[in-house]
Structures are given as structure tokens and as C-alpha cells.
């Protein structure tokens, strides 16, 4: 397959990620068309008629986040790469930030031309030590070749840009959350309005791109949109890196045009279930994402696509459970992620996640009575759309998913007082 | 105990000022160099930090409090902190916690009498492909086993017998 | 403006303007807890959710600003669903110790749940129950009552301009929190007590000392320095069991500081002066208010002959009818028209605060009200002329008012000490009380109705609040008594005949009555250019 965006230079026999060999592969020269014979606009527009959206979770459009800084305001502007990667499953970004870095760089560059924005910060979450000193090194290499600094390549753009390490907590992904972290403050998301895009970090209009996000940016620059929006499908376009974990043969990422099937990840490029088990479950776009059974896995690997079945692509990261995993013990696993990482700011959230871990924590240990069952779907339900951010959803829809589609499993938990996979 | 940073230290410190538009903006990478020179988060290193930022007590302990990675407490010199999110626990990640405690003779949360190691279960740390993964320190060990921890263990603790004064990740 | 439609009615409202703040002019209320008028927009409790026709989800009132033609339901069947489910959670960890609760009768999260809650707990689970902590001096948290509202750090941030309380930890764990080894510690830290929406902060001088039910609540004013804050003062029975603030955005906004806030506790342990006392062969001795009053006027009589031998000194903690009511005494019955107050130079600077709070230095109430009724443009310091008058002879006789307990210096009580004849109206026998020749015992502020002019020229009413013990008058009493021994009739029967009185005779005053005042009170220099520009 040819259509590697992604991971085209990082997949080739001794490729290190060096300035050197990101030039050897014609890196850099997306950087120079845009600030060499490029408007701001006419790159915006590129991007739009491209349809790149958002890696990083939401699939908002890349360009028309972009077009929402106002064009005239005497503040400074801000980018910010959201590198803090930590959705479960997920695992994408942490290999383009070590094996090619310069890609998402020169993304972040122009990206940053293009809303006037001279100072660009790298979020990056704060375990990721090597990855962040990676970056430290790529970003003086781009300095000493005149791709950072003051009058980039002659064109009397200046530019700089800092890696932020976070400190641990998964709230910092939350685009609010992580200004708010950047700003030295506890990453509590914000009440919208104001939108970033107007009012975001130190107050001022602000875009946060996720980091595979901004990788692709160089490919549409040099290749134009045309080239982008013929790989993939509608509303879909692009390439996507898949990230598969869990009870598969062959874990890892493996980037497909968008809308190859849930089916052809598992069994083609993953090899399969370990020891050649059943399939039970799938999570197909990190931990956040509805569960899907064996029967869905025909799906395209599209936003619309997961959609149209009550999932989501997410951030494409997949994890698979084959038969011998106990769904409960998985709900649980979840939710105990959940709760440990509620910022605890609003109600619903801060109370409601505690609370599905307790029930999940009875049922799966035989201490499960039988409206708890129905009890947990409800207090998803009374948590969706009353939170101030996305948390919310990415905490209760875990637990329907997993209630609503493997309903019986539960009962047996109830009805057993004991875990019916337990070995 | 007083603490201050050292010459060096307040020279990486006056960077990192320089990185942002505000001097709060700098205290997530702030407190990063005072657990890296002081070994934890203590209450005077509270006290320090928020006078170098200009920050009540309240505010520094109101952020430091938020984040997984400050550590409130004196910690060993090898922090292990072993993955138990999905994908980790779907290949193991309990059997690698509970060969950890007997190993070390400790629970998560606890450090070893000789201060080598101490033990946290940890939250997702985006290793999934590569599961059961841990970190040590700043490092990440991935698509673990059990012989495999013995042996990085063993080495960690011979290490640490022969030059127990040497700093700084083991490779 | 912009103009929506709240449940059924229509409003119009500056553009910027929230949901919650429309709604509230439209006079619709939509419960909340985070949300405080004066603090910036947390958004989080998330019990001010509403519905706005044609949005795909319930949005906060709070954070909401209007749009043009915006149709927004607070009250619809949803809206009760939301506020039920929103009750719900955060009663989940609440202990629901109401009984024992400081907070029980005026708490939000009582009244919020018996309007829109459910009466059974589904929660299974054990509650969490972190320890109680104390604060600081005035202050303790019942941790397991908290909601995590935020207004108490917020106000000590934005207000108070002094983050000494935060959030600590995250998600379940969350908790308000002092650093370890500090204390809530600041001159305006009692009002995050007020704020707080449910029985998780309190006042460590209030707590089960009584049920807020047994409370009567007066509107007041503070007397404790000349920024004039609005109060509640909350008594039974006589007794004074707290201070509150009460909301003037002219004035103190919605807060008030710790002297304020135990300004009555000064009074509490004092030994009242309940009986009238006459010096005799140097000692003071008890005798009855008739004999009081004719043993003062036999000895004013003495001196009134010469004009302005006779003179009058108040206190700035004296209401302004107070001095007004000595005032006319002195003329219409002594011959004299020598008076002033005990004014002295603050030497404490104005303290300012982040939210524009302030604390003047001017630690009196009402010298602004003095220096009006005296008609003096600036403060005659410690007396200054009246002073000087004793001292050269010319003054022979003093009717002091120190219904307060402020400290007179040193050097005015020597010169006080020469006066041939003292008259001191005083609610303890004070130094100055020592030194009279008739000691008279008066009432504090808490204990009359009456008015103060504070440092920006606003009148205002307070009103009272206590009864004063048995055998103490007021001075608009004691000097018609005196008055009428003299054959002169005061026509006044209360404060209020006297300010009516008052007003007939400074235009500054020119058409107000105690009840016209209004809440807010009036700004006296925009009286008398309405005044001034009338025909």
C-alpha cells in the first residue's frame, strides 16, 4: 500500500526521524511552498476542500477550526499540538513523535502561519520523558536549518516553539483542560463560550490540532487537497493510523486509508485472536467509544460509518477481547479509569463516575443486586449532556455500551454472586 | 530543611520563564525540576516554588494536587509504575503487579525498606501496542514478561548495590 | 438590547448578558449554587441547566449569555428532571446530618431538594466521610457537606485577593482545602461562611449556639468604621447571635470584614450602666433618673447664664440625631450653639481589596454625619476648639455622648477633668464616665433606630435591633427631660420625629424621612443638587 501518509518515511529500513533523513525524504518542502507562494487563506481553503479532520477524537474540520481565529485582532495567537495522548487504546502519536517528528513539526509550523501565530507550544503528556526530549532535539535541528526562528526561510515569518509537558491526568486531552494546564492551573475545562478559537490560552485566540492532525498537514500542502480527499471516503477522507491492542496476534498500528473494515484490522493486519479464540468484543475508537460485538465488525472504520451504528471512530484505537475476557471486569476496568481521572469540577460527573465504579465494583465481586443493572443505565443517561465537557459521554457511554450489549453476562454476575469467567 | 534551587537549576528555571507569556504558566515544568533536585513535592518545596512564581501556597498545592506525576512523598530511587488500563489488563498487567509484590515485598503505594524501589499502579501511559507496559522512572518497558521484569530488576538492584550513588535512567 | 422570552414572559436585556441574570430581571429565579452574582462564572454545579428551544442539549443559565428571540423554559418538565437528577448526585455523599446541621432552615441544598428532589436514596454504596477540618480562627469545614461549588475559593481569589483556599486533589477526592500549617486567615474570610450554599463552612462563634428559625433578622449598618457596610444583624431575644452582611452595591457589595462581622462581640461581656449616678464628695453613687436629670440641670443652670458656657461633645459612633437632638438642648434650653464631636486623625491607612471592597481607616462610624450636623466642612480633630475653650475658662459646664467604646485619649480626659460640672451619657462607666459629675446611661447603635452618614456623603438607616437593658434612654429622651426641667418642650417622641425635625432644617436632608431613605440609602450630595436644580 502506497497511500502511507503517516507512516511512509518512518517504515522504511533505517529511517531515524534525523532532520537529515526527514530532508532525504522531501521534508521541509510543504514549509517552503506555504510560506514561499501560499496565502493564509488559499491554505486554509486547501485544507478545508481537503476534509482533514480532527485525529485526535472529535473529527471537527481541520480548516474551519482554523477559519474561526479572527483574522483581525491585535492579540497574539496561539497553537498548541495536543500530543497528551491518553485515551486507552491509543498509541499513534507517541510513534510519530519518536520515529519522525519533523512530520508533525512542519505541520505545527504552518498550521501556525496560518493563523498569525508566532509562539506554538507541543502539550505533551508528561510520561512521555524520551518522546518530549525527542522533540526538545528535532526543534533545534529545525532551528539551526532556519525552519524555526526569527524569518523563516525569508519569508519574515518567526516562529518558536516549546514542549509543555503535562503531569499526569487524562483531562488534559480536553482541549479547555489543556489550555488551562498550559497555563500553569489544574486542567478543569472550561465553560464554553468563550471558544478557544476567540478566547483561549493567556486569554487569546487560540487552535489546538492533535499531532497526527498536523502530520498531515505537509502531504496536503505538497501533494494538494485533491490528492488527500481521493484517499479515503466521504466525510472521510485521509488516511487514519489505527492502533490495535488487546487479545490480537499482532498488536500495533497500522495506518489504512479510512473505511477499511473493523474485520480486516482484526484478522488481516492483526493476524487474528490470540490463541485463535473467539472474538466477544471490540472497542473500536478508544476507551470512550460504545463497545461493538463480533456481529458489527463488517463496519467501515470511517466517522460516518460508526456513527451510523452508535459508535465512534474516536481515535481509531482499538482494543480487542476475545472470549475468555469477562465483560464486567472490562466495564469495570474502565470505569475505574473514569473515576480516577474526573477532574471532579462538575457534578454529574465528579459524583456519577464514583458511583458506576462502586456498582461495577459489587456486581463483578457477587455483590450485584438486580436493579443495579438498570440502575447503571440510568445514571449513564443522567450524566450524558449535563457535564461541563466531554468527559461526561467519554465515562457513561463505556458503561451502556457494555451493559446494554452484554446485558446477560451481568445478570449472571447478579444471579451467581460471583464472576462467571473467574478462573 | 531549606530548600533551594541550585545555581544551575535557577538558570533552566529562568528559561522556562521565558517560554510563556505569564510566570504561572511555568509552574507545571517548575515543579518537574524541584521533584527531579529534591526527590518529591514537599511542603517546602511548595513553599519555594510558589515564591518563585508568585503563587500562594494554596495555588501551588491546589496544582500539585491535581496531577498523578508529583510525588507528595520521598519515593525510592527506582519509581516502577506498572499500566493496569484495559489493554495492559487484558494481557496481564495484575500478574505483573502481584510478581512485583512479592518480588519487592511491597504493595503499590509502598517503598521498599531500602528505598530502591517503590510501587504505583498507574493509569493508561499510551503503551498500548506494546502491553503490559510499565515505566521506571522516566523510562517506559514494554510487551513485558515476568523473566523479563526478573531480569531488569535483578540489574536495577545490582546497580544500585555497587554504585548506589549513580543518578540518572538506566538504559 | 436584546430581547427573549423566559417561560412566559418577555425581557430585555444589554447584550453579554447571562440567562440567569435576564431571568432574574424578569423576576424569575432559577435555582443555582455556584453562581454568585459578585464572582466570576464556574459553571459547574450544573443545577441552573435550562432548556432553549431548538438546542440539542439543556444549557447552563449561568454561562449562557441571551441571544435575539431566544425561547428559554426554566420550569418545564425536563428542567425539573434535570434539577431532580443533578439533586441527586450531589446528595449522594452528603450526609444528610440536617438535625445537628448549623445550616438546616436556610440551606440550598434543603431547599433545592424538598422543591425538586426525590425522597429515597438510591445510592447503595458506603458515603464518603472525610474528617472535619479547622480553618483557621473563625472557621471549620464539615468536609462531608461540601458540594464543591467553588464560591469560597473564588471569593478568596477575586475578592479578597488572597488564594489562601483552594481545591485539592481531583474527581471524588476533591476537597476545599488550607495548605498544611496555614490558616484561613484574612480580614474578609467570615463571608465565604455566608456564601457557602449548604452547612460545609461555618463560623465557629455561630455553630450550635441556635436554630436559624429562632433568628429575627434587622437590616443595619455597621459601625465599625466610616465605610458604613450594609448588615443583618441576626438576634433572639435580645441577644445578638450573629452579623451578616446585607447586599448595596453602592457600598459593600455583598461582603463585610471580620470587625464588623463580631463588631457585637465587644458588647457582649460589658458591664452595662443601668442606673443613673451623681458624684458625691468624689464618688459616684447610684440615684434615680428623676434625681439624675434635675441634679444635670441644677448644674447647668449654674453656668447657661453667659452664653456658650455650656457645651456639647459626641462621639462619632452617635447617631446623627443623636448630636442633632444635644444640639438643639443646647440652644433652645443652655444659650449655646458650642458643640463638636470627639473627631480624631485615623492613623490606619484605607485598606483596599482585589473585588473594590474597602476598609477605611476612619475607624468611626459616622464623623461625615457629625460634621453635617455641626455644619463643619472638615473634623474639628479631638475637639480641638471646644478644648481649647475649657481650657481658657470660657467653657464651665460639657454634655458628652460616648454611647460606644471607643477610647478617649489621655489628654482630652485631663482636660475634661478641670471642667467645674460633666455631664456623661455612656453605656459602661468608662474613663470618661468616671470624671462626670452625672453619669447617664445610654444606648449603643444596636439598640436604637437611627442613621449614619458614612465616608462617601450616603445616609443610611439602621434600624434596631435589640432591646437595650432596663433603665437606659436614649439622648433624644434624656435631653427633653433635661429640656422640659428647664421649661423648654422638645416636640420629638422617637429618632424618627428628630431626623423629621432634622431635615426641616438642612437642605442637604430636604424632603427625606427615616423611611425614605430606602435600602440602598441616599447619597446626600445628589440631594442637594436635585435640590439646587429644582425651581
Not at chain 2, 515564591?51 to 519509581?79: P, Q
Not at chain 3, 457582649?268 to 439624675?292: F, G, M
Given at each position: 500500500m502506497n497511500n502511507k501518509i503517516i507512516m511512509k518515511n518512518m517504515e522504511q529500513p533505517g529511517y531515524t526521524g534525523s532532520l537529515k533523513d526527514y530532508e532525504a525524504e522531501g521534508g521541509y518542502s510543504a514549509l517552503k511552498k506555504a510560506l514561499g507562494e501560499m496565502s493564509q487563506d488559499a491554505i486554509i481553503e486547501e485544507v478545508k476542500k481537503s476534509g482533514l479532520r480532527g485525529r485526535g477524537g472529535?473529527?471537527?474540520?481541520?480548516?474551519?477550526?482554523?477559519?474561526?481565529?479572527?483574522?483581525?485582532?491585535?492579540?497574539?495567537?496561539?497553537?498548541?499540538?495536543?500530543?497528551?495522548?491518553?485515551?486507552?487504546?491509543?498509541?499513534?502519536?507517541?510513534?510519530?513523535?519518536?520515529?519522525?517528528?519533523?512530520?508533525?513539526?512542519?505541520?505545527?509550523?504552518?498550521?501556525?502561519?496560518?493563523?498569525?501565530?508566532?509562539?506554538?507550544?507541543?502539550?505533551?503528556?508528561?510520561?512521555?520523558?524520551?518522546?518530549?526530549?525527542?522533540?526538545?532535539?528535532?526543534?533545534?535541528?529545525?532551528?539551526?536549518?532556519?525552519?524555526?526562528?526569527?524569518?523563516?526561510?525569508?519569508?519574515?515569518?518567526?516562529?518558536?516553539?516549546?514542549?509543555?509537558?503535562?503531569?499526569?491526568?487524562?483531562?488534559?486531552?480536553?482541549?479547555?483542560?489543556?489550555?488551562?494546564?498550559?497555563?500553569?492551573?489544574?486542567?478543569?475545562?472550561?465553560?464554553?463560550?468563550?471558544?478557544?478559537?476567540?478566547?483561549?490560552?493567556?486569554?487569546?485566540?487560540?487552535?489546538?490540532?492533535?499531532?497526527?492532525?498536523?502530520?498531515?498537514?505537509?502531504?496536503?500542502?505538497?501533494?494538494?487537497?485533491?490528492?488527500?480527499?481521493?484517499?479515503?471516503?466521504?466525510?472521510?477522507?485521509?488516511?487514519?493510523?489505527?492502533?490495535?491492542?488487546?487479545?490480537?496476534?499482532?498488536?500495533?498500528?497500522?495506518?489504512?486509508?479510512?473505511?477499511?473494515?473493523?474485520?480486516?484490522?482484526?484478522?488481516?493486519?492483526?493476524?487474528?485472536?490470540?490463541?485463535?479464540?473467539?472474538?466477544?468484543?471490540?472497542?473500536?475508537?478508544?476507551?470512550?467509544?460504545?463497545?461493538?460485538?463480533?456481529?458489527?465488525?463488517?463496519?467501515?472504520?470511517?466517522?460516518?460509518?460508526?456513527a451510523k451504528i452508535g459508535s465512534h471512530l474516536g481515535s481509531a484505537g482499538i482494543i480487542v477481547m476475545d472470549d475468555k475476557t469477562c465483560m464486567v471486569d472490562a466495564c469495570l476496568n474502565l470505569s475505574k479509569f473514569y473515576a480516577h481521572e474526573s477532574c471532579g469540577q462538575c457534578t454529574p460527573c465528579r459524583e456519577g463516575m464514583g458511583w458506576m465504579k462502586s456498582i461495577l465494583d459489587r456486581i463483578e465481586h457477587g455483590q450485584g443486586e438486580p436493579d443495579d443493572i438498570d440502575l447503571l443505565l440510568e445514571i449513564t443517561n443522567n450524566i450524558e449532556g449535563r457535564t461541563i465537557c466531554a468527559f461526561g459521554e467519554a465515562g457513561a457511554w463505556p458503561v451502556r455500551a457494555f451493559v446494554t450489549k452484554f446485558r446477560s453476562e451481568f445478570e449472571e454476575h447478579v444471579k451467581q454472586k460471583k464472576c462467571v469467567l473467574a478462573a | 530543611m531549606s530548600v533551594e534551587f541550585s545555581q544551575k537549576t535557577l538558570h533552566e528555571f529562568e528559561g522556562l520563564l521565558d517560554r510563556y507569556p505569564t510566570r504561572k504558566a511555568a509552574?507545571?515544568?517548575?515543579?518537574?525540576?524541584?521533584?527531579?533536585?529534591?526527590?518529591?513535592?514537599?511542603?517546602?518545596?511548595?513553599?519555594?516554588?510558589?515564591?518563585?512564581?508568585?503563587?500562594?501556597?494554596?495555588?501551588?498545592?491546589?496544582?500539585?494536587?491535581?496531577?498523578?506525576?508529583?510525588?507528595?512523598?520521598?519515593?525510592?530511587?527506582?519509581?516502577?509504575?506498572?499500566?493496569?488500563?484495559?489493554?495492559?489488563?487484558?494481557?496481564?498487567?495484575?500478574?505483573?503487579?502481584?510478581?512485583?509484590?512479592?518480588?519487592?515485598?511491597?504493595?503499590?503505594?509502598?517503598?521498599?525498606?531500602?528505598?530502591?524501589?517503590?510501587?504505583?499502579?498507574?493509569?493508561?501511559?499510551?503503551?498500548?501496542?506494546?502491553?503490559?507496559?510499565?515505566?521506571?522512572n522516566d523510562d517506559y518497558y514494554e510487551s513485558l514478561t515476568l523473566d523479563k521484569i526478573d531480569k531488569l530488576i535483578d540489574r536495577l538492584a545490582v546497580k544500585s548495590v555497587n554504585n548506589p550513588s549513580a543518578e540518572g535512567p538506566v538504559q | 438590547m436584546i430581547t427573549l422570552t423566559i417561560n412566559d414572559s418577555e425581557v430585555s436585556v444589554e447584550p453579554g448578558t447571562t440567562i440567569i441574570s435576564a431571568a432574574e430581571k424578569?423576576?424569575?429565579?432559577?435555582?443555582?449554587?455556584?453562581?454568585?452574582?459578585?464572582?466570576?462564572?464556574?459553571?459547574?454545579?450544573?443545577?441552573?441547566?435550562?432548556?432553549?428551544?431548538?438546542?440539542?442539549?439543556?444549557?447552563?443559565?449561568?454561562?449562557?449569555?441571551?441571544?435575539?428571540?431566544?425561547?428559554?423554559?426554566?420550569?418545564?418538565?425536563?428542567?425539573?428532571?434535570?434539577?431532580?437528577?443533578?439533586?441527586?448526585?450531589?446528595?449522594?455523599?452528603?450526609?444528610?446530618?440536617?438535625?445537628?446541621?448549623?445550616?438546616?432552615?436556610?440551606?440550598?441544598?434543603?431547599?433545592?431538594?424538598?422543591?425538586?428532589?426525590?425522597?429515597?436514596?438510591?445510592?447503595?454504596?458506603?458515603?464518603?466521610?472525610?474528617?472535619?477540618?479547622?480553618l483557621g480562627p473563625n472557621i471549620m469545614l464539615a468536609t462531608t457537606r461540601c458540594i464543591l461549588c467553588t464560591r469560597c475559593t473564588r471569593f478568596m481569589d477575586e475578592i479578597g485577593g488572597d488564594a489562601q483556599l483552594t481545591v485539592i486533589s481531583r474527581g471524588s477526592n476533591s476537597e476545599i482545602a488550607v495548605p498544611e500549617g496555614r490558616q484561613l486567615e484574612h480580614p474578609l474570610a467570615g463571608n465565604v461562611v455566608d456564601i457557602c450554599p449548604v452547612g460545609a463552612l461555618l463560623d465557629k462563634n455561630f455553630i450550635h449556639r441556635t436554630r436559624v428559625w429562632n433568628l429575627s433578622r434587622t437590616p443595619s449598618v455597621c459601625g465599625e468604621c466610616s465605610a458604613g457596610c450594609n448588615t443583618y444583624v441576626d438576634s433572639s431575644l435580645d441577644k445578638i447571635f450573629r452579623i451578616i452582611p446585607r447586599t448595596n452595591e453602592e457600598v459593600n457589595g455583598?461582603?463585610?470584614?471580620?470587625?464588623?462581622?463580631?463588631?457585637?462581640?465587644?458588647?457582649?461581656?460589658?458591664?452595662?450602666?443601668?442606673?443613673?449616678?451623681?458624684?458625691?464628695?468624689?464618688?459616684?453613687?447610684?440615684?434615680?433618673?428623676?434625681?439624675?436629670?434635675?441634679?444635670?440641670?441644677?448644674?447647668?443652670?449654674?453656668?447657661?447664664?453667659?452664653?456658650?458656657?455650656?457645651?456639647?461633645?459626641?462621639?462619632?459612633?452617635?447617631?446623627?440625631?443623636?448630636?442633632?437632638?444635644?444640639?438643639?438642648?443646647?440652644?433652645?434650653?443652655v444659650n449655646s450653639s458650642e458643640i463638636s464631636g470627639l473627631f480624631y486623625k485615623p492613623d490606619k491607612e484605607d485598606k483596599s481589596f482585589r473585588g473594590g471592597f474597602i476598609i477605611k481607616g476612619d475607624s468611626t462610624p459616622n464623623q461625615e454625619g457629625l460634621q453635617l450636623v455641626f455644619g463643619m466642612d472638615k473634623p474639628d480633630i479631638n475637639g480641638g476648639s471646644i478644648m481649647s475653650r475649657i481650657k481658657s475658662g470660657n467653657i464651665k459646664a460639657l454634655y458628652v455622648v460616648h454611647n460606644?467604646?471607643?477610647?478617649?485619649?489621655?489628654?482630652?480626659?485631663?482636660?475634661?477633668?478641670?471642667?467645674?460640672?460633666?455631664?456623661?451619657?455612656?453605656?459602661?462607666?468608662?474613663?470618661?464616665?468616671?470624671?462626670?459629675?452625672?453619669?447617664?446611661?445610654?444606648?449603643?447603635?444596636?439598640?436604637?433606630?437611627?442613621?449614619?452618614?458614612?465616608?462617601?456623603?450616603?445616609?443610611?438607616?439602621?434600624?434596631?435591633?435589640?432591646?437595650?437593658?432596663?433603665?437606659?434612654?436614649?439622648?433624644?429622651?434624656?435631653?427633653?427631660?433635661?429640656?422640659?426641667?428647664?421649661?423648654?418642650?422638645?416636640?420629638?417622641?422617637?429618632?424618627?420625629?428628630?431626623?423629621?425635625?432634622?431635615?426641616k432644617s438642612y437642605p442637604e436632608l430636604k424632603g427625606l424621612t427615616h423611611f425614605k431613605i430606602g435600602a440602598s440609602g441616599a447619597l446626600l450630595k445628589a440631594v442637594l443638587q436635585t435640590a439646587g436644580s429644582s425651581p
Open positions: 472529535a473529527g471537527f474540520p481541520t480548516g474551519m477550526k482554523w477559519s474561526f481565529v479572527p483574522k483581525d485582532t491585535p492579540k497574539a495567537r496561539y497553537l498548541i499540538n495536543n500530543a497528551d495522548e491518553s485515551e486507552p487504546g491509543t498509541f499513534k502519536d507517541r510513534a510519530i513523535m519518536i520515529r519522525d517528528p519533523h512530520l508533525t513539526l512542519e505541520g505545527q509550523i504552518i498550521s501556525s502561519y496560518v493563523i498569525k501565530c508566532n509562539v506554538s507550544y507541543i502539550y505533551i503528556r508528561g510520561e512521555f520523558y524520551r518522546e518530549a526530549e525527542i522533540l526538545e532535539r528535532a526543534i533545534k535541528e529545525a532551528e539551526n536549518a532556519g525552519y524555526l526562528g526569527d524569518n523563516i526561510l525569508g519569508s519574515g515569518f518567526d516562529h518558536r516553539i516549546y514542549v509543555h509537558r503535562g503531569a499526569g491526568a487524562y483531562i488534559c486531552g480536553e482541549e479547555t483542560g489543556l489550555i488551562e494546564s498550559l497555563e500553569g492551573k489544574r486542567g478543569w475545562p472550561r465553560i464554553k463560550p468563550p471558544f478557544p478559537a476567540l478566547e483561549g490560552a493567556f486569554g487569546c485566540p487560540t487552535v489546538v490540532n492533535n499531532t497526527e492532525t498536523l502530520a498531515n498537514i505537509p502531504f496536503i500542502i505538497n501533494n494538494g487537497y485533491a490528492a488527500f480527499a481521493s484517499i479515503g471516503v466521504e466525510r472521510g477522507t485521509g488516511t487514519k493510523v489505527y492502533c490495535i491492542s488487546g487479545h490480537v496476534k499482532k498488536p500495533g498500528l497500522y495506518e489504512f486509508p479510512m473505511g477499511i473494515t473493523l474485520k480486516e484490522l482484526i484478522y488481516d493486519c492483526a493476524d487474528g485472536i490470540r490463541d485463535d479464540n473467539n472474538l466477544k468484543a471490540v472497542i473500536p475508537g478508544g476507551a470512550s467509544m460504545p463497545v461493538l460485538t463480533p456481529g458489527e465488525i463488517d463496519v467501515k472504520m470511517d466517522f460516518d460509518s460508526l | 509552574s507545571i515544568p517548575t515543579l518537574f525540576l524541584a521533584q527531579r533536585d529534591f526527590g518529591y513535592i514537599s511542603n517546602e518545596v511548595i513553599e519555594y516554588v510558589s515564591g518563585l512564581l508568585d503563587l500562594t501556597v494554596a495555588e501551588t498545592n491546589n496544582i500539585v494536587s491535581f496531577y498523578s506525576m508529583f510525588y507528595r512523598e520521598k519515593m525510592g530511587k527506582h519509581v516502577i509504575q506498572v499500566c493496569h488500563t484495559l489493554s495492559c489488563s487484558l494481557l496481564g498487567a495484575a500478574n505483573i503487579v502481584d510478581h512485583l509484590k512479592s518480588k519487592l515485598g511491597i504493595s503499590p503505594g509502598e517503598t521498599t525498606l531500602d528505598n530502591q524501589f517503590s510501587l504505583l499502579k498507574v493509569e493508561c501511559l499510551g503503551a498500548c501496542g506494546t502491553a503490559p507496559a510499565m515505566r521506571i | 424578569a423576576g424569575i429565579v432559577i435555582p443555582h449554587y455556584c453562581w454568585h452574582p459578585a464572582l466570576s462564572i464556574a459553571g459547574s454545579c450544573r443545577l441552573c441547566l435550562v432548556e432553549i428551544e431548538g438546542a440539542p442539549k439543556d444549557v447552563i443559565a449561568c454561562g449562557t449569555p441571551v441571544t435575539e428571540g431566544m425561547v428559554v423554559r426554566t420550569e418545564s418538565e425536563k428542567i425539573k428532571r434535570d434539577r431532580e437528577i443533578i439533586l441527586e448526585f450531589l446528595l449522594l455523599n452528603h450526609p444528610l446530618d440536617c438535625p445537628v446541621c448549623d445550616k438546616a432552615g436556610e440551606c440550598q441544598l434543603q431547599d433545592y431538594s424538598f422543591e425538586y428532589g426525590t425522597s429515597h436514596s438510591r445510592f447503595k454504596e458506603e458515603k464518603r466521610v472525610p474528617p472535619f477540618k479547622d455583598h461582603w463585610i470584614c471580620e470587625t464588623g462581622r463580631y463588631g457585637n462581640k465587644a458588647y457582649e461581656d460589658i458591664e452595662r450602666l443601668t442606673i443613673p449616678k451623681v458624684k458625691e464628695e468624689q464618688t459616684l453613687k447610684n440615684i434615680s433618673w428623676n434625681e439624675a436629670v434635675k441634679t444635670a440641670s441644677d448644674g447647668l443652670r449654674k453656668y447657661q447664664k453667659t452664653k456658650n458656657s455650656v457645651a456639647g461633645l459626641i462621639s462619632p459612633g452617635a447617631l446623627i440625631e443623636d448630636a442633632f437632638a444635644v444640639k438643639e438642648f443646647l440652644s433652645t434650653a460606644d467604646l471607643s477610647e478617649i485619649s489621655q489628654s482630652i480626659l485631663d482636660v475634661l477633668a478641670k471642667l467645674p460640672f460633666l455631664i456623661v451619657e455612656d453605656i459602661v462607666l468608662s474613663p470618661v464616665a468616671k470624671l462626670a459629675d452625672v453619669v447617664l446611661p445610654g444606648a449603643t447603635s444596636f439598640e436604637k433606630t437611627g442613621t449614619f452618614i458614612n465616608y462617601q456623603k450616603r445616609l443610611q438607616l439602621l434600624q434596631q435591633s435589640v432591646n437595650a437593658p432596663e433603665g437606659v434612654k436614649n439622648t433624644w429622651d434624656i435631653v427633653k427631660r433635661l429640656a422640659s426641667m428647664q421649661n423648654h418642650h422638645l416636640k420629638w417622641n422617637s429618632y424618627g420625629d428628630v431626623f423629621m425635625q432634622m431635615a
